[in-house]
Every structure is written in C-alpha cells, then in structure tokens.
C-alpha cells in the first residue's frame, strides 16, 4: 500500500537547525492534511505542526516562530525546517498523512518510523 520514510534528524547543538523529510510511496490515490508530530521518551505522541492541502498551517505554541512546514503534493513530499533548535525540541519525530490507497476506500492515517532529533551541548 501506502509508506512514508522521514529523514534529516540527528544530533544538532542548541540555536542549530535541522530539516526533516517525509516521503511518501507506494498506491497512492489521493491525500490531504498532512503532519508532523514527535514523542519524546515517557511522554505522549503531540503534534507539532501540519498542512493542509490548501495551505493552512497549524503550529504547536511551543515551536511557532522557530518551525515551519511546507509540501511538495507532485513529490508527495512534506517538509519541517526547524530553527533554533532547544533541548526540549529533542525527540522522534513522525510524519503523518492522510491517504486513500485505491479507489472506493477511506482516507486513513499513514505514519512514518521516525526520525531523531537530539539537541544537546
């Protein structure tokens, strides 16, 4: 079906900066919102930004200023440029999109494996 694959994390210093990727693949029928999200150890999966197809934006409060997210619909690409980066930015994060795998069947949620962000000195 349908699989999405993030990169771009890994050990950055505090005030660095990082982009994630997210790409997806496979049948791919249609899609709409798309999202990142990260979880960091004991703690809860939260949002931290996402995109609608029409080009809304959404931010958690706690990155607004310092992150933005951006699409590429023709690649099937979402994006986070994350600057500034602070130690409790550290996390895995995930990429989730909303996809119909064939014709006739619901959107559903597609999650990528993660990627880690470490920001530490």
């Known amino acids: 079906q349908a699989q999405l694959v993030e990169s771009g994390g890994g050990l950055v210093q505090p005030g660095g900066s990082l982009r994630l990727s997210c790409a997806a693949s496979?049948?791919?029928?249609?899609?709409?919102?798309m999202g990142w999200y990260r979880q960091a150890p004991g703690k809860e999966r939260e949002l931290v930004a996402e995109i609608t197809r029409g080009g809304s934006k959404n931010y958690d409060d706690s990155v607004k200023g310092r992150f933005t997210i951006s699409s590429d619909y023709a690649k099937s690409r979402v994006y986070l440029q994350m600057n500034n980066l602070k130690p409790g930015d550290t996390a895995v994060y995930y990429c989730?999109?909303?996809?119909?795998?064939?014709?006739?069947?619901?959107?559903?949620?597609?999650w990528g494996q993660g990627t880690q962000v470490t920001v530490s000195s």
């Open positions: 989730k999109v909303k996809i119909q795998v064939a014709w006739g069947l619901p959107l559903n949620d597609y």
């Open positions: 496979g049948s791919i029928s249609s899609f709409n919102d």
